[in-house]
């Protein structure tokens, strides 16, 4: 079995690109209908976030369906996702040092999607 985090958004072509932006990786479009790009996988670190626009995916809500958790290899790219993410998102849990002497945040991204932010150290 594999899992991957199943993302709709809105304007997909254009929300990949921001994702690629905060997390690096390589984007693979698997579907697309003239212009518009219906869905794509974003390769990042040995995993896959599979991103679908709205107009194909048809969600009945916005967003927080599920909060997708991070496991982040380094501080700084913790720090660094967690800026843009706060900067254009929303805060659910302020960045703070757990008990598992680590970093932890909760916070949902531009298109309300939220991700449970982890670093150990």
Same mark, same amino acid.
């Given at each position: 079995m594999i899992v991957l985090p199943f993302i709709s958004v809105d304007n997909c072509k254009?929300? =990949?690109k921001y994702y690629q932006?905060?997390?690096g990786g390589e984007i *693979? =479009?698997?579907r697309k209908q003239g $212009?518009?790009?219906?869905?794509? $996988?974003l390769h990042v670190d040995g995993g896959i976030l599979n991103f679908a626009d709205s107009q194909a995916a048809?969600?009945?809500v916005k967003?927080?369906?599920v909060r997708i958790f991070l496991k982040i290899d380094t501080e700084e790219k913790f720090r660094n996702i967690y800026d843009e993410f706060a900067s254009t998102g929303k805060i659910? *849990?302020?960045?703070y040092e757990a008990p598992f002497n680590g970093l932890l945040a909760i916070v949902a991204d531009r298109n309300g999607v939220c991700?449970?932010?982890s670093y150990y150290r």
């Open positions: 254009d929300e =990949i932006r905060v997390f *693979t =479009i698997l $212009d518009e790009v219906l869905n794509a $996988d048809k969600p009945e967003g927080d369906y659910h *849990t302020e960045l991700w449970v932010l």
